[in-house]
């Protein structure tokens, strides 16, 4: 069985077990578990029981690179704005901390009192924050770009060895 949804598409085969052809096949199975035997003697098919439960075997053999363009940009705006947060946070625990007030005594002790260096101006909660947001709209553009790439890679790939193979099953 071929199959393509959601931008991946594949071919499916049974491993083990068996199943109707169709949906008709099934019916008369159905109605005979729940209903007694005809009255004219015939006695109705049975159906073999399972050893287990049923596998699948899958090969991803092509992913759609537009949906894996869209999937990595919605996945890289929720790590940029978890990075940019997380930036907020960690900044603010610091500095409840006295952590940035110490570390620019340090320097003056080790410097002298009239430093030109000041810890304090480079470590403002708006630079922090800006830094982080630059940095997360990067990282955005990157994984993007990147996601993209590799889907054109991978139905490069699996058009030449096949895909990946995959076995699933119905526990």
Do not use: C
């Amino acid at each position: 069985m071929h199959y393509t949804a959601a931008g991946f598409s594949g071919t499916a085969r049974p491993v083990t077990g068996t199943t109707p052809a169709t949906p008709a096949a099934a019916a008369p199975a159905a109605a005979t578990a729940t209903s007694p035997a005809p009255a004219t003697g015939a006695t109705p098919a049975a159906r073999p029981a399972s050893d287990g439960p049923r596998r699948v075997r899958l090969t991803v053999s092509r992913v759609d690179p537009w949906s894996v363009m869209k999937l990595s940009f919605l996945l890289a705006v929720a790590i940029g704005i978890m990075t940019v947060v997380a930036t907020a946070v960690f900044w603010t625990v610091l500095d409840g901390m006295g952590v940035f007030t110490e570390v620019n005594s340090l320097v003056e002790s080790i410097v002298g009192k009239e430093s030109p260096v000041d810890v304090l101006q480079f470590v403002e909660f708006n630079r922090v924050v800006a830094l982080a947001t630059l940095i997360a709209i990067v990282n955005m553009v990157l994984i993007t770009a990147l996601s993209t790439i590799m889907a054109f890679i991978y139905n490069l790939v699996a058009a030449m060895v096949g895909g990946i193979h995959l076995t699933m099953t119905d526990d």
